[in-house]
């Protein structure tokens, strides 16, 4: 069991607060990210979960048992850290084995755990080797295999995977989230990127200034977005914003419209401009178009088009797929 | 070729200081062992020639020579131990944030400013004086019969002194250490239930090895030549109780007059040296491989 409940708690590094009053209910077994842009404290909520920050107001409750006041070793959670956090001069075993070592675990009993986690981990073959002689992966896998040897009640990720290169994190995320359908763990995780909360979250917590601005599925924040901030933060290109006359049309202070639910055409349409940068994925295009009175905005093409940086061109946005907000932000 | 040329020009350019540094080491060493072999009294300029081996002889069968070998080492074990032990307790204590932590630092480094025939004399008649010393007050404050440190216990003393000066060497290098210690790494031993004490041992000591190496070589040079602390406080004794190997050469050669026997003294001394170093890096040198 692993269900965690942030009742109305509130954080204050000397005078400035970080976090003004979060309340979330995680449920057991259910993979959770927290994402926001850097600052907006994501990751100190996270140590507010972990203990490892002392909350200023509000209660943490793990499995309905208030643990707001207890040390961050009797929460029973394990973390897994940005820097992976491995002891250097311990090999992988003692590193795996270090947190039931630590519970005074029988040794035998102990053995067979880190055993069975390097097993799971794939880090049989290295389990005498020191840190350093690791690659970048292997150690955020053994940060893993140590915290799942003590089978907490929720894995708790503070960014693991910016350390990694590109197609590594690929490779990671897959990994992480396979962990979570073999272990059913409850797990929270931070990132600064939506295309990982989008792909790896069962549901998804965007923070913005240490408020939560929306609490959801991936799909629930792409096709509903509570606010501008969620809209724009959600989704690769970022939606496209017009204000003023063009959002006057639709009865909004601005309106969003997402780069792949704009048509473009040579002859006509709502917005005309010209092609600026084009960026060729392959399988798609992204057109960067300065519209007249709006700027510059993003579309989503085929791989294959015809435009080329210079042509004079129409945008037409779907209709159905456009997203009203208010003058406060919030979607209309 | 490029490197080529660099590795050239580098070569040319340390050739000045590789020289000096030669001379430097060179002539003093070449001078002791032409010594050595030398009839050379101070007291008496018709003693002259070559001397074979008898300096040796005679400086080996002095009998000040076995004490002054273990009183070395005693010195410079004693006070290893003293300031690797304390100063991983400062530093503990310093690492963490307290009120005037930069007043604090400054004061705690201050001891090494101090100069070692000052501290000396400090310690011995402020503190240690068995009849105005300050340690004399504390134990007639608690009704005991005050200490006659430098009497009673001459090599503790001068064990205590060489301490005190490089307790905050010692700190130093180990504060800055520990602050190298990334603190991830300290909260994630935490999350894995490591209580304060098991933290110690099982990071903060490990991460700390080779600080406590770099204290211990370096401070075993200066160590094994301690001279003006004994020189002042307890000049060696009573009897031979706190002569060292260079107090014991300093003896010989100076206050007996004895050139050739000192110099043999010398050559000993550096053999000492050799085989503390070897020892040490045997024992601890490893710690230094990244």
């Not at chain 1, 309340?23 to 990210?33: M, P």
């Not at chain 1, 017009?242 to 202070?253: D, H, S, T, V």
Request: aromatic share 10%; proline share 5%; net charge neutral.
């Amino acid at each position: 069991m692993g269900s965690i409940t942030l009742e109305h708690v509130n954080k204050t590094f000397g005078g400035h607060q970080v976090i003004p009053d979060v309340s979330l209910e995680i449920k057991d077994g259910e993979f959770v990210v927290f994402v926001g842009p850097s600052g907006c404290g994501k990751s100190t909520l996270l140590r507010l979960i972990a203990g490892l920050e002392d909350t200023t107001g509000g209660h943490i409750k793990l499995d309905g048992v208030d643990v707001t006041d207890k040390g961050p070793a009797h929460r029973g959670l394990a973390m897994v850290f940005q820097s992976y956090a491995l002891y250097p001069h311990m090999t992988v075993r003692q590193n795996i084995g270090f947190p039931l070592k630590m519970a005074n675990m029988d040794k035998a009993a102990a053995e067979q755990k880190v055993n069975d986690a390097a097993r799971v981990l794939n880090l049989t073959d290295y389990l005498d080797r020191k840190p350093r002689m690791l690659s970048g992966g292997q150690r955020q896998r053994v940060a893993i295999g140590r915290a799942i040897v003590r089978q907490p009640k929720a894995f708790l990720f503070d960014e693991p995977l910016s350390n990694l290169d590109a197609a590594l994190r690929v490779n990671m995320r897959i990994e992480i989230t396979e962990l979570h359908q073999q272990l059913k763990t409850t797990m929270v995780y931070v990132t600064h990127d939506q295309v990982e909360a989008m792909t790896m979250a069962d549901r998804i917590v965007v923070l913005n200034a240490g408020r939560v601005e929306q609490f959801g599925t991936p799909l629930e924040l792409y096709k509903a977005p509570a606010n501008k901030f969620v809209a724009g933060f959600i989704g690769s290109p970022k939606m496209n914003f017009f204000e003023g006359a063009a959002a006057g049309k639709y009865q909004a202070a601005s309106v969003g419209v997402r780069p792949e639910h704009i048509r473009i055409s040579r002859d006509a349409g709502d917005w005309q401009g010209r092609v600026g940068v084009a960026e060729h994925l392959g399988s798609d295009t992204f057109l960067h178009v300065h519209v007249e009175g709006a700027g510059l905005q993003t579309v989503r093409t085929e791989g294959e088009n015809s435009f080329n940086p210079g042509d004079e061109v129409w945008l037409t946005p779907d209709p159905a797929r456009i997203y009203r907000f208010d003058g406060a932000g919030l979607a209309l | 070729m490029a490197t080529r040329q660099t590795h050239r020009l580098a070569r040319l350019m340390m050739t000045p200081s590789v020289a000096a540094l030669l001379l430097w080491m060179l002539v003093p060493l070449a001078l002791t062992i032409w010594f050595s072999f030398q009839r050379y009294r101070l007291t008496n300029p018709a003693i002259s020639g070559f001397a074979g081996f008898s300096n040796f002889s005679f400086f080996v069968t002095d009998p000040a020579f076995w004490p002054a070998i273990l009183n070395t080492l005693l010195i410079a074990g004693g006070v290893l131990v003293l300031t690797a032990g304390l100063g991983i307790g400062l530093a503990l204590m310093l690492d963490q944030p307290i009120f005037g932590q930069g007043i604090v630092r400054i004061l705690m480094i201050s001891p090494f400013f101090v100069m070692p025939p000052v501290a000396a004399v400090i310690w011995k008649h402020e503190l240690m004086n068995p009849t105005w010393g300050v340690f004399a007050s504390v134990s007639r404050f608690f009704g005991m019969e005050p200490v006659n440190w430098l009497g009673s216990f001459p090599l503790l003393s001068i064990i205590l002194i060489v301490a005190w000066q490089w307790l905050p060497f010692a700190t130093l290098i180990l504060l800055t250490a520990m602050q190298s210690l990334s603190e991830e790494q300290k909260e994630a031993a935490e999350m894995d239930g490591a209580n304060v004490f098991r933290r110690f041992w099982y990071i903060i000591l490990p991460h700390l090895a080779r600080a406590i190496t770099v204290v211990i070589l370096i401070q075993t040079i200066y160590l094994l030549g301690v001279y003006a602390e004994i020189q002042i406080t307890t000049g060696g004794g009573p009897g031979f109780a706190s002569t060292n190997l260079p107090f014991l050469i300093y003896n010989v050669g100076v206050l007996g007059g004895n050139i050739g026997a000192g110099a043999a003294g010398g050559l000993v001394a550096v053999v000492l040296a050799n085989v503390v170093a070897i020892f040490l890096m045997r024992a601890v040198g490893r710690n230094l491989d990244a």
